[in-house]
């Protein structure tokens, strides 16, 4: 395969033989995705978003369905990153009040808010994550400090200061931003809200990881709405795999061995899972080198241990993806066939779909589509994980075409 081929894949071997249940009862106990809803449903403006289904696309490509959680919809913040963050920030608070549970009303209450005290919430960000945490901590009446990485264009930036944050530049990768932030955060008694975990740093990123599971939660509803069981394929992006192992331990959880396939895509320039998978001896390692993919959200070297521990179980393939794919995807939700809906869908939202013709389509991922047995009955889930959070650049590449597909690639 040359080296501009769209996909690399890796199957993953030991997703067929472990025994999930320990790890996921860990991460995702029962009671979990009900406490998760139950907390977002408080917030103010709080919708499930749309699940739209493609089926002029899904016929063309030759599968039974694809059906798109679409998150640029998401509380007007472009992005599902905020049911994460909010839901640590909220576990974190009624926890200081010695609580188990405390609906929103009582956090934001002027006697409760004096017994806490005010928290500075902290966290390094690729956008969206650090829009989602200062946006919590700004509901909930708290200050928050937001580390991004220098290449961070003004757009996410400004999308973060907007609620009260105050934002630094650090130099070098979101890996980089990751150990600034953790360094100040120690020095200055602020309290950090991170995605990715590290050595005794887990609970709250297992918070981040249980907030993600009410958009899944709103999925299922939606899809039983279609007269659907559950899905045939999930394919999920990834960055430092927090999203991937959500969805994974989520519905491994509710179906056990009858789970989705689960599917987990990173950019080529930065697939530290997909790494990870092909060195094989079942730990997380590092992606070397700039990072410098289109997809900003998922530019991260280094997996959250966390994460790896449930997708080295129980995720069936790791996909590394050129930024070709992810713009193709990009144009396909923004020009859609006959009467499928329009989708706004930025970089790191659209890898997913951009891979979908090239996996069903070109002959070179024959082996892949045998292997994850697509075809008319597959019924395929998409998470449009956000907006046009960049809209210079989406504009770049949906108007004027950056990042063609090659043309011996083309699936069309
Ligand atoms: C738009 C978007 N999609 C997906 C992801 C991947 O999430 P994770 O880092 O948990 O793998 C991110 C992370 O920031 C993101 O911003």
Not at 362 to 373: D, G, H, K, V
Request: with cysteine; proline share 6%; net charge negative.
């Amino acid at each position: 395969m040359n080296n501009d081929a769209p996909l690399k894949w890796m199957i993953n071997e030991p997703a067929a033989t472990a025994d999930r249940s320990e790890i996921i009862d860990r991460l995702i106990p029962l009671d979990a995705t009900r406490r998760a809803r139950t907390f977002h449903r408080q917030i103010p403006g709080y919708r499930i978003s749309p699940l739209l289904g493609l089926d002029n696309l899904a016929s063309m490509l030759g599968l039974g369905g694809i059906w798109v959680k679409d998150e640029s919809q998401r509380l007007a913040l472009n992005s599902f990153k905020v049911l994460g963050g909010s839901f640590a920030v909220y576990r974190y608070l009624t926890g200081r009040l010695g609580r188990e549970e405390a609906t929103f009303a009582e956090l934001i209450a002027p006697d409760v808010k004096k017994t806490i005290g005010e928290v500075t919430f902290a966290t390094a960000t690729d956008g969206n994550h650090g829009r989602g945490v200062a946006w919590a901590a700004a509901k909930l009446g708290h200050a928050s400090v937001v580390y991004v990485h220098e290449h961070t264009v003004p757009a996410r930036i400004k999308a973060i200061e907007s609620y009260g944050a105050r934002v630094e530049i650090v130099p070098g990768t979101y890996d980089d931003a990751v150990r600034k932030v953790r360094a100040d955060a120690e020095k200055f008694g602020w309290q950090v809200i991170s995605d990715t975990s590290w050595e005794g740093y887990e609970e709250i990123p297992t918070w981040v990881l249980q907030g993600y599971t009410t958009m899944f939660s709103e999925a299922q509803e939606q899809l039983s709405g279609q007269g659907l069981v559950k899905p045939t394929h999930v394919f999920i992006q990834a960055g430092v795999g927090a999203l991937a192992s959500a969805v994974t331990a989520f519905y491994h959880n509710l179906f056990g061995a009858d789970a989705p396939l689960i599917v987990v895509a990173e950019p080529a320039l930065a697939a530290c899972l997909y790494e990870s998978a092909r060195i094989g001896d079942g730990r997380p390692h590092s992606f070397p080198g700039r990072l410098d993919t289109i997809m900003a959200g998922l530019a991260c070297g280094d997996p959250s241990p966390l994460a790896w521990e449930i997708l080295w179980n129980c995720a069936d393939v790791f996909l590394a993806c050129q930024d070709y794919v992810a713009a193709l995807g990009m144009r396909i939700y923004g020009g859609p066939l006959k009467d499928d809906p329009y989708i706004v869908s930025g970089e790191s939202g659209a890898v997913t779909l951009g891979a979908l013709p090239f996996i069903t389509r070109n002959s070179e991922c024959a082996p892949l589509r045998e292997a994850l047995r697509l075809d008319g009955d597959s019924q395929v889930l998409l998470l449009n994980t956000e907006g046009n959070t960049d809209p210079l650049y989406f504009r770049q590449v949906v108007w004027k075409g950056d990042h063609p597909v090659p043309d011996r690639h083309w699936p069309f």
